[in-house]
């Protein structure tokens, strides 16, 4: 994601499929390193204020544990 051209906007709306298992959104930790994607991903969001808005689990299959995968940002809460 190009930070720069997210900047200057009032309102903010980011959503997707992200595929990052590996973040708690409840807690806001991840359970990887500090140089996993996941982790560099989640302080991304933190470095733009951006709040994520999903914190149940939008994948829920047999055999897998659920996760948050759908996410929606905001730059408001």
Same mark, same amino acid.
């Given at each position: 994601m190009n930070l720069d051209k997210i900047k200057g906007y009032s309102h903010i709306c980011i959503l997707g499929d992200f595929n990052f298992k590996e973040i708690n959104w409840k =807690? &806001?930790? =991840?359970s990887v390193n500090e140089n996993?994607?996941? =982790?560099r991903f989640l302080e991304m969001t933190r470095d733009l204020f951006l709040y994520q808005h999903t914190l149940e689990p939008t994948r829920l299959?047999? &055999?897998n544990v659920p996760s948050v995968l759908d996410l929606v940002f905001t730059n408001e809460e």
């Open positions: =807690t &806001g930790t =991840t996993h994607q996941a =982790t299959r047999d &055999g």
